[in-house]
């Protein structure tokens, strides 16, 4: 079994940054690709950012691409996510997820693992 543990979340002005880290324990995630998504009120689970096992290949949702950067330690068992130019619309609830397999999803259905999510709240 895989326990995701979310933090660095808070109340941030637009325009500010944040840094979420996601630590695993229990397994190591070194081998897994790892994603972060985001729900906000009322709406679904959304695919924000994804990396490989190795850390070579990401992908970003284009609603962050170009403010957002995903990135791992795999020494750490430690997945970040590094967040400037922040807008209001970036408000929600950010989940890191672990995938078993060889390659990552934009689906978050297709992950195996959850942490229990840490709220980012940006003000305009």
């Known amino acids: 079994q895989v326990q995701l543990v979310e933090s660095g979340g808070g109340l941030v002005q637009a325009g500010g940054s944040l840094r979420l880290s996601c630590a695993a324990s229990?397994?190591?995630?070194?081998?897994?690709?790892m994603g972060w998504f985001r729900q906000a009120p009322g709406k679904e689970r959304e695919f924000v950012a994804a990396i490989s096992w190795n850390g070579a290949y990401t992908d970003y949702a284009d609603s962050v691409k170009g403010r957002f950067t995903i990135s791992r330690d795999n020494a750490k068992n430690t997945v970040y996510l590094q967040m400037n130019s922040l807008k209001p619309e970036d408000t929600a609830v950010y989940y890191c997820a672990a995938r078993q397999g060889e390659y990552y999803r934009l689906d978050p259905r297709e992950y195996d693992y959850w942490g229990q999510g840490t709220q980012v709240t940006v003000s305009s």
């Open positions: 229990g397994r190591t995630t070194a081998s897994y690709p």
